[in-house]
């Protein structure tokens, strides 16, 4: 064999292998199908410790026809606790879980449940769901100083649900020192944080302005939801500025933690600390930042019931107020009931101030305290 059929036989030899090569790269990057739709199933963010639990998967499917298997993880702590086929019911796409609270001091219990869909000659999908456990021991004080002078503690029992409130009583004023969670007669009234009823005990719940106007008066006995100059009559025990002269809630400045508390809830501190202010509770009053919700009607979202998210839960808390905010005056000078839109007071876990601000009265939705003359 000559030199050049030598040569000719190598390069013909290299363009097989090359061709081979891509066929081969060719056969290793081709996707596979994707199953239509998603195994989505509903699942609350908290739940009670040692409670049982449903789940049930979106149905997924293929145009071939091939048997889809669903498949059930939980783990905690990123150990996996179940991880198994459940063909039972409805062809695996129904679970069954009991989340169970930690076994010593530490509450902190957090599950992800995850179901993936799968079949032969299709990629996977796979939905997951994250889920807290919260029990007796969830929320714990620690830390608080005593009350400031003038400041005495008492208790009210809710006549329509016979939950008792803590309550404080303060310049003539009795404050409950806790979220009102009265879920309603009959039609439920408010939401629990992440609809979460679990929750609904720790945190009270979330209303529209005019449910909180509604849940104070339901108390009987002279509660009403504050206003404005209430909150002026608090926050003068407690500004920077106190013992010289009258100051406004919009004027509010260094108001130093004493209207919040050194709170924990499963072990995570929900206040956390910064150099100009240090959370010492002296009014008892025991703020919690909870957040908020936005409220999206379902006459505008087109659905068959209200849009609820929350947002800023362990960095925000607000109240409202009753007072209706009036265009070109002050918080509380000209209160118009009838006014689309009213006040409310707030404050982040970083800036010490006490802020006020509107909002729509439909649109919005906070925790609830109730005010009552105690003399």
Known sequence: MTLRKLYFAALAASVAAAVLSCKKDEEETVSLPYLTGTPRFSADRYVEAGSSHTFTAAETSNPTGA??????????????????????????????????????????????VTCSASASGYSSTSFSADVTTVGEKSLAFEGDSQLAPGITESSFTDPRDSRT???????????TAENIGFTGAGVTTGKALENSEAVSGLFGRFYKWSDASYICEGLGEGW????????????????????QGETSLTEWSGVNGKLMTNVYFN?????EYWPAVQITNESGFSVLPTGYATVLEKEFSGSA???????????????WTSSGYVQGQNPGEGD?????????????????????????KNGFALPVRCVRNSQ
Do not use: H
Not at 338 to 356: C, F, R, W
């Open 67 to 112: 048997s889809i298997t669903y498949k059930w993880t939980v783990t905690r702590a990123g150990e996996t606790v179940v991880d198994e086929t459940t063909p039972e019911e409805n062809g695996g796409r129904t679970f069954r879980y009991t989340f169970e609270g930690a076994e010593v001091k530490d509450t902190l219990c957090s599950f992800r």
């Open 224 to 243: 009403r939801l504050p206003g404005v100059s209430d909150w002026n009559t608090l926050g003068e025990m407690f500004s920077d500025d106190q013992g």
């Open 267 to 271: 072990n995570d501190e929900m206040w």
């Open 336 to 360: 118009d009931s009838g006014s689309t839109k009213a006040y409310y007071v707030y404050m982040y876990e970083d800036d010490p101030d006490l802020k006020i601000n509107y909002v729509d």
């Open 305 to 319: 019931d209200d849009i609820w998210t929350f947002s800023g839960f362990s960095q925000y808390a607000g109240f």
């Open 165 to 175: 409130y803590r309550t404080v009583i303060a310049d003539g004023l009795e404050w």
